[in-house]
């Protein structure tokens, strides 16, 4: 075949392509079915650039969302290591790539002799966690290897200046010898092997030949977005999940009080005490994660604002979390979550959080019960992140009885100033006590974790609750900074 | 009056001062009608922090946005002074905080005779256009001004050791003596009388006894919350705005056109150069913006895929502009565009930008005529304080004639690949071609700005168009690098 007539196929069959994609793309879009994620990794000189390059070609470049990230620097350090993959997430009905994705410096490390293989398996497991999220959530991952042989590369370097300059500046691995290469495919062989799954695999692409490259990443890609269009990502059913055995919420002594004057002389010790602990030199390298749940008037804002008083208001957010917003729709549930957590010597306050997902959301059957279900495990992770990054997290659930509450809503009927935190929902939600009351002792069961206990507060006395909240925050914070 | 009736008076007052705050908080939130925007500054030992919290303390705290600013570090330091303040404003319906605002550095600066007066007073101009946009995108602004006399200062330093660790962890103005403060006095008159406006007045307030103190600042949210909710933001009319005499797109010779072969030799010419100016050390020190405007089919994303193709993806981001989220909804129209500005060394590109507020959103009527006529000034400022921190701004309008667009339009009905690119709106915007080209010779004429012209290009001919913006790219970006 002339090179003409082979210059005329590869074009027609480039073009084909580009109709197919453009046309799975446009109904990716109408079906708001979910996203495809496409983690580009491998060869430094297999042109990387160029694949998103033909992407932009090929597909409605307003709708595909391009991100490469380069060894974390500043603030990301201190942030747990998925965070800035977390805020970058595609939406749904949209295409996201990575360039320099999560497998990018655990594999170098590895390659480069600075990590050790339990500690890089240690590292996969959780990557495979938080894939097994991201398809849960409907995004569905393609993981992309570029292959090239030594000698392709060297051609590479040889033969093609321009397209050396411009893998120069996409240089992931610095400069690396052959030898080191092999190192990296030795890694690499590993890495895919731990994490290729049915949901999120690795598929290994020779880089050789631009065109095939292209084509073969392009057929990918569609193959993944008519996968994800074929059916509604069903959720996927959770195996031995076993609800609660005990009745925490039962177990309370809801006697407990504590009169005025005791309050007030408590209440300033431990104010005093918790302004001094976030003065704590040690503090500037911890942060601090409040979560406040509990029945509605059990006291949550009267609590949070005790201990807000003690903070200077340059380092504290409060968070009320409501219905997300339709661009938070768009995410997996936890996202709105990840974009506010606490960078370090700084406070956030959740009034409300992502517990909503296994309390209302289950309750009033806003998601299905495998979604529910997992979301245990994920909360679990998400929380595990944090504390690896020096984050304290800290849980209070705030129990009043049912009567008390009845008492706290007429009481708020009659009170100008409180009539407005009462609302009809509040009302509809008191009918489905038993039902919030087994959420409830289900989500202390699963999420009463070693770095994340579930502090269990009888708040039929507000100013008994208010000082346990303080105690507790204060003495969690002198460990902490006691700790090495 | 004994001290216990001194304080049951002090409790009433404040008390009833929380209900009616909490009531026009809510009524606010309702209503929907704009939001207030509080900015404190004055004395370190005013107690700032017990204002925030007093607030905290008497209104639903999730819908109060308190920020807080020390100097600007990292980033900050490199992108326009306000881009900071634009990102955190309240959205509609809730109430705002800002300690350490726009007039900290400013004044800091100042009265340590870091700055001029005159060019102390031309950032208050600016200023001065920042608020104006705030108050007609329904925001009202209160600026209050803390005063200690010197020997309140040192009893407060004195007698209360509390407050003075809580203030000392609030010091904006590090360790300044009694004629430091005399010298901040001074500038303080200076600042007030320059910035004080009906939108937004500045407020002084004796700060030394912290109940007359936060009640006086309650009293004047309470005001200005009502003077939001007596009547929805009426736009105020634009007075001397004149239409352009000129009919710009008139003028354009749509015969420019370009063969097959000059085309594919000047493109690579002008990549090449593309890609070297990038790579330029000189350009990790100033940012690309790249607008993109024109009548539907006018070939804006080929023109954009032919620059995009020179860039790494890690430093391009591409940003499609379609119908506001409704969380864009709830903030200034500006607020979307200030998320989206490049950081230094990055590129963006606008497929449709800010100025939909002059072209779609004005001939389809989505705002009042006040408010597009201010656009053109507003977005004058916005060009000019990103040129003024290195940002190119790169202005486009891709020009075919209404027979052109009928030509494309049947084209992409057959065209499998552009299909989806055809909507019923695109039909529905061309019986509007008058006024849109109206709106468009408008647009030219009020925002060709020295720092960031219009380029308008004749696009009847895809090949010089595409090539016409890379040449004019690459000029202008040969320019800056050359400069200084």
Excluded at 118 to 135: D, H, K, S, W
Excluded at 231 to 246: D, L
Excluded at 372 to 389: K, V
Aim: proline share 5%; with cysteine; hydrophobic share 35%.
């Amino acid at each position: 075949m002339s090179d003409k007539d082979h210059h005329r196929k590869r074009k027609a069959e480039r073009e084909a392509l580009r109709e197919e994609l453009l046309e799975a793309q446009f109904e990716l879009r109408t079906l708001q079915h979910g996203s495809v994620l496409l983690l580009i990794s491998g060869n430094d000189f297999a042109g990387k650039a160029e694949i998103i390059h033909s992407f932009y070609e090929w597909l409605d470049n307003r709708y595909l969302n391009t991100r490469a990230f380069a060894l974390p620097k500043g603030v990301e350090r201190r942030m747990p290591r998925l965070w800035r993959y977390w805020r970058t997430l595609p939406p749904t009905g949209e295409l996201g790539f990575y360039l320099g994705s999560w497998y990018h410096q655990p594999l170098m490390r590895l390659s480069r002799g600075q990590m050790s293989i339990p500690r890089f398996t240690a590292q996969m497991q959780q990557v495979l966690r938080f894939e097994r999220l991201l398809n849960d959530e409907g995004i569905i991952l393609v993981k992309i290897w570029l292959h090239l042989t030594d000698d392709q590369q060297g051609k590479h370097q040889r033969i093609d200046p321009a397209l050396l300059k411009q893998t120069v500046a996409m240089r992931e691995w610095g400069d690396f010898s052959a030898a080191d290469y092999e190192k990296v495919r030795e890694g690499a062989r590993l890495m895919t092997e731990l994490t290729s799954t049915q949901g999120a695999p690795w598929i290994r692409v020779p880089a050789a030949d631009p065109h095939e490259r292209d084509q073969r990443i392009g057929q990918i890609v569609l193959e993944a977005m008519r996968q994800r269009l074929a059916c509604e990502p069903a959720p996927r059913p959770v195996y031995g999940w076993q609800p609660a055995q005990r009745d925490y919420l039962g177990q309370l002594d809801y006697s407990l009080a504590l009169d005025k004057d005791d309050y007030q002389a408590q209440l300033e010790t431990w104010q005093t005490r918790l302004r001094e602990l976030i003065q704590h030199p040690r503090f500037a390298r911890r942060s601090l994660l409040l979560v406040f749940e509990g029945s509605d008037a059990a006291g949550k804002g009267g609590t949070i604002r005790r201990i807000t008083q003690c903070l200077d208001p340059r380092i504290l957010r409060v968070h009320g979390t409501s219905a997300p917003t339709d661009e938070e729709r768009r995410m997996p549930y936890l996202w709105r979550f990840w974009r506010r957590i606490p960078a370090p010597g700084n406070v956030v306050v959740f009034d409300r959080s992502y517990y909503g997902r296994v309390l209302v959301e289950r309750v009033e059957g806003f998601c299905e019960a495998p979604d529910w279900q997992r979301a245990y495990g994920e909360i679990n992770d998400f929380e595990q992140q944090l504390s690896d990054r020096g984050t304290l997290v800290i849980k209070f659930w705030l129990a009043i009885t049912e009567e008390e509450q009845l008492k706290r809503f007429k009481a708020r009927e009659e009170s100008p100033v409180k009539r407005y935190k009462l609302t009809e929902e509040d009302w509809r939600n008191r009918e489905r006590w038993p039902d919030y009351a087994q959420a409830m002792n289900d989500m202390v069961e699963h999420c009463s974790t070693r770095q994340a206990p579930w502090h269990l507060i009888p708040a039929e006395n507000k100013r008994y609750a208010r000082i346990q909240a303080l105690r507790i925050v204060c003495e969690t914070l002198t460990d902490a900074l006691k700790e090495h």
